[in-house]
């Protein structure tokens, strides 16, 4: 499992912000410059129009003197407006779009990097994975936003300083009525933001739900299940139930939450803006007559601008940020998150099989109690084929994945040729091993890539894999041929048996001295299994079987068969060898063969 950093205390508001901007940066400067530039047209030129603009409009207004400077004024404002949104539109037009989806690949790419580090145990960790879904479906809606708000925050900063320096020429005091204003409704806005992400964090959970149903009916895995059978007013049932309580989620957040915002507007508007600002600013020209029209209206206009930048930075912004920084929180977390399953120093021998000795072996998965593997020994020598057979549950594939250091042993260890498998590097350890998962997975690429796993392959070893395998579909583009159609229309569609046999072929391609097949011939008929069996042992001559398989037909030829139950080896030897014990394995063979196999043989 990966294992967090915890500091003492999570990082800033600031420094959270600062760190995605960062990550965003390295992904595209022009993006992040961009947006503070945008953010500067798009706030600065009409506030400081409505206050100095204004101004000399009324001034000149008022002192009646050369008027024709109006018309001036006038074209100059239309003229900074429309340069401004000219500039704006040309950026977001030719480089926004396309520079904001080179940024979102970049994080994305950085994102599927370390989700491949990630130990298994981490899929078994609800806590972790939570985190880790949020990460991922967040990724796009935390740059969006984001990028918004350094957008409006830097804009807003530049047009506060812009005016206020303006408005402090005229009467530095209307910018205290707008600071204390605003300060006596600021701790709302960590409450709203708090409220917003755990608002945020509690929907990912649901809508992982609702998102089931959306699989069950457009993939055509389910498709005959829910026709043939009554399952569909059950499901929809179900579906209702996850939708319900994705509005019951909104409903118990946004009621506090537009509480919340509603007292913060009213407060700073009708406090500020409405009652002190216009009380101040009505002693300034009818009793102290200190001030012109003009600087009446600007130092309004002014303090309004101010209030709304203020407003936005240190109520509206803040509670954006707060929900931003903690889902950013999580995505930093997670990127700082370290594995339990590291490298070792020594270099891993990828040449001819070597012994596999299990030693006093014991498992626990996560959060479990009871030991899924107990006090497992067993010695596989060089060229050996294992069969590992077993009740459902009884630990074979745990036991597998344990081989591949896919999980660590939680007692006892795995040497190869004497050496604790632990001490090796990881990459080096796994190349050794060719493996084909019960739960294997066909991949949207062509046919050479799915069977060698890479993108260059040689197609006349990929050819002879697919022979091995049993694989003879006929195929237009041969080993180029795009299967799946995610990223072709055209890509071919395979059966489960055809699926199967491409994924065993991946055993046959890959140049390694191990090879481990969970239930090889789930998939497959009689024949096509005895024709997969034959070219398995024909073709892995020069290396070592592991091999697990609920068909006992399949486990006749392996120099040795070890039965699992509940996590213990309970018996072993050959198939004559446990035949003539009379227990647990041939009791099992013979439920299984007992009508078409002659048991006098044995």
């Known amino acids: 499992m990966m294992k ?22 390295k992904a595209s400067p022009l993006l992040v410059i961009g947006e503070l530039c945008w953010g500067i047209l798009m706030n600065v030129p009409s506030r400081l129009i409505s206050v100095i603009g204004v101004k000399y409009i009324i001034d000149v207004m008022t002192s009646g003197e050369r008027v024709y400077r109006i018309f001036w004024a006038v074209g100059i404002i239309a003229a900074v407006i429309v340069f401004s949104r000219v500039i ?31 130990d298994l145990e981490s899929y078994d960790n609800p806590e972790f994975y939570n985190s880790f879904i949020l990460t991922i479906e967040s990724s796009s809606d935390n740059i969006q936003n984001l990028l918004g708000l350094i957008r409006n925050y830097f804009g807003n900063v530049v047009a506060l300083i812009s005016v206020a320096s303006v408005l402090a020429a005229i009467d530095p005091l209307c910018l205290l009525i707008i600071l204390v204003s605003i300060a006596a409704f600021m701790p709302l806005s960590k409450v709203i933001g708090n409220l917003q992400t755990q608002r945020q964090i509690e929907n990912t959970r649901y809508h992982r739900r609702s998102d089931y149903f959306q699989r069950i009916f457009y993939l055509k895995d389910y498709a005959k299940e829910v026709r043939m059978n009554n399952i569909h007013p059950l499901l929809i049932d179900r579906y209702n139930d996850a939708a319900d309580d994705v509005i019951k989620n909104q409903d118990k957040y946004w009621s506090k939450i537009s509480l919340l915002y509603c007292i913060q507007e009213i407060g700073v508007q009708v406090v500020g803006i409405m009652l002190l600002m216009p009380l101040y600013l009505g002693y300034l020209v009818l009793v102290k007559q200190s001030i012109t029209a003009g600087d009446f209206v600007a130092t309004f206009n002014g303090a309004y601008s101010i209030a709304v930048s203020i ?9 954006r940020f707060e929900e931003r920084a903690k889902i950013i929180e999580k995505y930093r977390g997670f990127l700082n998150a370290e594995p339990k399953i590291t490298d070792g120093e020594n270099h891993a021998s990828v040449t001819e099989p070597k012994e596999i000795k299990i030693e006093n072996m014991s498992f626990t998965y996560p959060g479990s109690d009871k030991p899924t593997l107990s006090d497992i020994n067993l010695t596989i020598k060089p060229y050996e084929k294992i069969a590992l057979v077993g009740f459902n549950g009884a630990g074979k594939t745990t036991l597998t ?8 042993v939680s007692e006892g260890s795995i040497k190869i040729d004497g050496e604790d498998i632990r001490t090796v590097k990881i990459s080096e350890h796994r190349n050794r091993f060719a493996a084909v998962f019960q739960d294997f997975q066909i991949f949207s690429c062509n046919v050479g890539e799915n069977v060698a796993l890479d993108s260059s392959y040689n197609s006349d070893d990929v050819k002879s894999a697919l022979n091995h395998s049993g694989f003879d579909k006929k195929l237009k583009g041969g080993t180029q041929t795009e299967l799946l159609r995610e990223f072709d229309d055209e890509g071919v569609m395979l059966s489960g048996g055809e699926a199967q046999k491409i994924a065993v072929a991946r055993a046959f391609y890959k140049k390694c001295p191990y090879v481990i097949l969970d239930e090889p011939s789930a998939n497959l008929d009689p024949i ?17 079987v592991i091999f697990i398989s609920h068909r ?43 009508k078409y196999v002659d048991k006098e043989n044995y």
């Open 311 to 319: 407003n936005f930075l240190t109520v509206w912004a803040v509670a």
């Open 552 to 594: 006992l037909s399949t486990t006749v030829n392996a120099n040795k068969i070890y039965v699992m139950e509940q996590g213990r080896i309970i018996e072993s030897g050959s198939h004559k060898e446990l035949m003539s014990k009379n227990g647990t394995y041939a009791e099992m063979f013979n439920l299984q063969a007992e």
């Open 401 to 408: 994945n344990l081989l591949l250091r896919l999980y660590d």
């Open 88 to 118: 704006s539109w040309l950026f977001r037009e030719f480089f926004w779009n396309v520079e904001k989806e080179k940024c979102y690949f970049a994080l994305n790419k950085e994102l599927y990097e370390k989700a491949k580090s990630l």
């Open 4 to 25: 967090i950093k915890k500091e003492k205390n999570e990082h800033s508001l600031l420094s959270n912000m600062l760190f995605f901007v960062g990550l965003m940066f």
């Open 528 to 544: 096509a299994e005895y024709n997969l069996n034959r070219a398995m042992l024909e073709a892995a001559e020069d290396k070592t």
